[in-house]
């Protein structure tokens, strides 16, 4: 009889990489990335992770700043090595992609 403990299952590297995602703010608004429907996409290659997003807005001056909050929370993780950040702009952003969590955490639904 093997007395050997379980290992741990490894964890998912995608759902790691989410969760550092809903850790990153737009400085402007009270609500993460993932919430206010700014990630399109996330791809994690090896130790690569490749986030296509958007802004609120084209014109948004903050731009720099949260890309580069995004890629520094994914460098942040052993797993990850490599972490690109592609702004587009298609589909523009509109409230209507913010979650229902988002919507209740700035009041946008009604009670």
Not at 66 to 77: D, H, R, T
Not at 85 to 93: G, I
């Given at each position: ?41 996330v ?23 949260i ?45």
């Amino acid at each position: 009889m093997d007395n050997a403990p379980t290992p741990m299952p490894k964890p998912d590297i995608n759902e790691m990489v989410w969760t550092q995602l809903r850790s990153c703010f737009d400085p402007e608004i009270p609500l993460n990335i993932v919430d206010l429907g700014l990630v399109y996409g996330v791809s994690v290659d090896g130790k690569q992770a490749n986030i296509k997003m958007t802004l609120t807005s084209p014109g948004c001056h903050l731009g720099g700043q949260i890309a580069g909050n995004v890629q520094e929370k994914l460098l942040a993780l052993d797993e990850i090595d490599e972490a690109n950040v592609e702004l587009v702009w298609d589909p523009p952003w509109h409230q209507s992609m913010i979650s229902a969590e988002g919507r209740k955490t700035l009041g946008l639904d009604p009670v």
